[in-house]
Structures are given as structure tokens and as C-alpha cells.
């Protein structure tokens, strides 16, 4: 018998409340000085104004990229980025989160560059242990070059939801009761980079990028997680149901769900969902599986 069970109960009830006032949500604002650590591109990651701005640049002998120093279960993310301007061609911004190992989980923001004047795309994907080939893939419905505008991921124990500007553009529900897996146990950290991937990004790949234009240049600021630390094996949040945060069981209510729609309409390029050809065994379940809620 440990020690804590070997106490009263009404005892235990105290030492689990006083857990919960000490260590409820960490909600960081924003100083990557603090936040995240630059790990690769050697000097081509740079902190600037005290920690309010983060830049990374792409040049033909590297990329770059940073992540955050912890690792979290479950949050909502915010970042605001201004993509690589002009003939960003062959370029790939990405914001992700990601746990490690080979049965990792992983929830992505990738911004494919273009030619001067043609559309980004913002290519979108869920890897649950390991396995994604869940893309969805969606123009702007502004210029990203132009402004810093916010990325958003809510991941929490029901909903993964990607919003641009709070406008949700994908959702992927826990749907395990259909044998869907979702990330849940699996801590992971926040991730940005800046590479080349002219072998796909630009036209499949028939546009390459441009090395006359180096080095490219993406800008990052006001980095938010409100969200759960993953820390020594525990979580900041003691368990589900004492967690009061909004985010936490945050969900598309019917106004969100009209502007999911809409997005989805009128902006999306690409849904794996849609791609029966890819899928000759049959659609992912999480596909075909209709939400009683929802849907
Ligand atoms: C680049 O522009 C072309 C032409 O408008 C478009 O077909 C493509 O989807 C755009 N984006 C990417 C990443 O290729
Ligand atoms: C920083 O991000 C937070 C969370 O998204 C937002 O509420 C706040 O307005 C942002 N601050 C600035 C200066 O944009």
C-alpha cells in the first residue's frame, strides 16, 4: 500500500484539491526568449525585440527551426505568422505539434510557397500513432506575406480543430468508439520550421525554388498556449474533470460549424476524404463515420 491510499478518504479527497488550486493551466504569452528553444539552421533562427519576434530564413545550405522548451497534453495554440513574401516557391513553412518515437502523434500547419502572386497553400494533417495521410489542403482568403495573421490548434480530449484568424478550417473529432485512434496520451511539443521542399511543395513539385531569391525569410510572434505541461511523467491539469478552462472542452457550436462549411467550400484545395482513388480498400473511417451531434 502506498502512501496516499493508506490515508483516510476524506484526507486524500484534500491533498488531491490542493493539487488541483496549485497546478490548474499554464498559460504562456508569448516571449520566445522563455518559450522555445532555436535547434537547428545555425544562426539562421534569430530571437529579436526581447523575445516579441522570432524569424527564421532559408538559404541553399539550410533551412531552420525551433520548439518549444515544454511539452504539452492537450491546449489551444495560438501563433502569428508572416509567411516568406515574393517567390517563396518550393518553400515550406511548418507549425506542428508533435510527440516522439516511432508511434508518434502529430498535428500539422504546413504553408506552401507559390510564385509572386499566386496562392499559398495551407496544407493540414493529423498523424495519430504513426500513421497520417490525412491531408487537407485549403487557400487563404488573404495574402499571408502581406501580415501576421494567427494559427490556431485546439487539441483537448474531444476535438483537434485548426483555425486561421479563429476561423475553424478543419476539425478531426475522437471518434475511438469507431476504432479511430486519437492522440491523447502522447505528450508533444510545438515545432517551426522553414525548408526547401521543391521535390513536392509548389505544383507537386514542377516549380523549384528559386535560390536567387535567398535567403527567404519567415517572421513569428506571440506564441499562446493555453495548455496542459507535460512534466516528470504528469500533467499541469490533475484530470479531466476538474479542469475548468473553456478550450478544454471546447467544441464547434452551430455558428462555427456555418464558417467551418464556408472555409470548406469556397477555400478548400485537397481532402483525403474525398480521394477514393487513394484508397482502393475503402475511405479512412474516420471518413465515413457520421457524428450524432453534429452531423
Ligand atoms: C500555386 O499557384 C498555382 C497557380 O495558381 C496553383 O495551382 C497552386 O495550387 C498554388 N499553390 C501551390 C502550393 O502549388
Ligand atoms: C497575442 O495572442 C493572444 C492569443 O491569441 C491574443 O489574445 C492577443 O491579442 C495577441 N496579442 C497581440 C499583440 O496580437
Request: net charge neutral.
Amino acid at each position: 500500500m502506498d502512501a496516499v491510499s493508506a490515508l483516510p478518504n476524506a484526507l486524500q479527497m484534500l491533498l488531491v484539491a490542493a493539487l488541483v488550486v496549485q497546478a490548474l493551466m499554464v498559460a504562456s504569452a508569448g516571449n520566445f526568449n522563455q518559450d522555445v528553444d532555436i535547434t537547428w539552421g545555425d544562426g539562421r533562427g534569430k530571437i529579436l525585440n526581447d523575445g516579441q519576434l522570432l524569424t527564421l530564413s532559408l538559404d541553399k545550405a539550410s533551412g531552420s527551426g525551433f520548439q518549444s522548451k515544454n511539452e504539452f497534453l492537450y491546449g489551444k495554440f495560438d501563433m502569428q505568422l508572416k509567411l516568406v513574401p515574393g517567390n517563396s516557391a518550393g518553400t515550406v513553412t511548418a507549425y506542428y505539434l508533435k510527440s516522439q518515437g516511432s508511434s508518434w502523434d502529430e498535428i500539422d500547419f504546413e504553408f506552401l510557397g507559390n510564385l509572386s502572386g499566386d496562392p499559398y497553400i495551407v496544407h493540414t494533417n493529423v498523424y495519430t500513432k504513426g500513421k497520417g495521410d490525412r491531408e487537407q489542403q485549403f487557400y487563404l482568403w488573404f495574402d499571408p506575406t502581406a501580415d501576421f495573421h494567427t494559427y490556431s490548434i485546439l487539441w483537448n480530449p474531444g476535438h483537434v480543430i485548426f483555425y486561421v484568424d479563429g476561423r475553424p478550417i478543419r476539425e478531426f473529432k475522437n471518434l475511438e468508439q469507431a476504432g479511430v485512434p486519437y492522440p491523447k496520451n502522447q505528450a508533444m511539443k510545438m515545432y517551426c520550421s522553414l525548408w526547401n521542399a521543391d521535390d513536392w511543395a509548389t505544383r507537386g513539385g514542377q516549380v523549384k525554388t528559386d535560390w536567387s531569391q535567398a535567403p527567404f525569410t519567415a517572421s513569428f510572434r506571440n506564441f499562446t498556449a493555453n495548455a496542459c505541461v507535460w512534466f516528470n511523467g504528469a500533467s499541469s491539469c490533475p484530470s479531466d474533470s476538474f479542469s475548468n478552462s473553456a478550450w478544454f472542452s471546447q467544441e464547434l457550436d452551430s455558428s462555427s460549424q456555418k464558417v467551418l462549411k464556408w472555409v470548406q467550400k469556397k477555400y478548400m484545395v485537397y481532402n483525403y476524404c474525398k480521394d477514393a482513388k487513394r484508397f482502393p480498400q475503402g475511405l479512412p473511417v474516420e471518413c465515413t463515420v457520421r457524428n450524432r451531434k453534429t452531423d
